[in-house]
């Protein structure tokens, strides 16, 4: 995987989150922030891997994200380390 397709499954999981509101809320708790300031922080490159890590904290946000995008799963993860450097396994 290459790091502009991990920087696209990273974006198709913001705008997945962005499409729904409890996810949104559970987002913007996290990050400490409000909407103008998750706004800010999406311009950083590390944006991409906070949106990965806060998908792949619970089994079902993956794999409903997964899902959504038609991927497997096991590619969030992937896409979390090329990203993040790591090794996915």
């Known amino acids: 995987m290459t790091r502009n397709e991990a920087r696209d499954i990273a974006d198709a999981g913001f705008a997945h989150i962005a499409g729904d509101a409890e996810l949104v809320g559970a987002l913007l708790a996290q990050s400490g922030s409000?909407?103008?300031?998750?706004?800010?922080?999406?311009?950083?490159?590390?944006?991409?891997?906070?949106?990965?890590?806060?998908?792949?904290?619970?089994?079902?946000?993956?794999?409903?994200f997964a899902q959504a995008a038609q991927i497997a799963p096991q590619r969030v993860?992937?896409?979390?380390?090329?990203?993040g450097g790591g090794d996915p396994w």
């Open 34 to 64: 409000d909407v103008a300031g998750l706004r800010a922080m999406a311009a950083r490159p590390e944006f991409s891997v906070f949106v990965l890590d806060f998908l792949l904290e619970h089994d079902q946000r993956v794999l409903d």
């Open 77 to 83: 993860q992937l896409a979390r380390a090329v990203l």
